[in-house]
């Protein structure tokens, strides 16, 4: 039987998902663990009757488990990786702060206005440990930015664009 997934509708076409992370984030796991689903487009700007019974908040994501409409994306991914384990999309807990500090790091090199101040290195040298856990390790990294989403797996990369990959309202029971 199929999960039902009531998502964010693109402003302006009610047919193609729209650009909430929290709502591919949900689609993304169940794509993941490839657990059929039904998705339910929401325009979030004129929210139908029958999801605010089911939402008051009306917020999405919002998915039916185990005959229980549960709202939030956190609680949706935790919800799937417990009932349904593989693959693990969790990222051990040695490896979740690897890179953690690109983007700070990154806009200090890039706010420098002295080249010899350091934060070129500093950079590098972030740069460089990720790259040798990556190397040496599988690792899970989600680098999300607008419309993409990229996983590097070791040295193998992968990319989805959302709106192109998701832009459906077809049933995914039958995968």
């Avoid at 729209?18 to 663990?33: I, N, V």
């Amino acid at each position: 039987m199929a999960f039902q997934i009531c998502v964010k509708a693109a402003v302006g076409a009610p047919t193609v998902l729209g650009d909430c992370p929290f709502s591919q984030r949900a689609l993304l796991t169940l794509e993941e663990k490839k657990l059929p689903y039904k998705t339910h487009l929401i325009n979030l700007s004129n929210k139908p009757q029958w999801f605010l019974e089911l939402n008051p908040a009306g917020k999405v994501p919002l998915i039916n488990l185990d005959n229980k409409w549960v709202p939030d994306s956190d609680v949706i991914v935790v919800l799937l990786e417990e009932k349904y384990p593989e693959p693990s999309l969790i990222t051990p807990p040695e490896l979740a702060s690897v890179g953690a500090d690109i983007y700070s790091k990154f806009s200090t090199f890039l706010k420098s206005k002295d080249d010899k101040d350091g934060s070129e290195q500093v950079l590098l040298d972030e740069l460089n440990a990720l790259e040798e856990q990556l190397k040496s390790t599988v690792c899970l990294l989600f680098i999300k930015y607008q419309s993409f989403i990229c996983f590097i797996l070791g040295g193998h990369v992968q990319i989805w664009f959302l709106e192109p990959m998701v832009s459906f309202t077809a049933d995914h029971s039958s995968q």
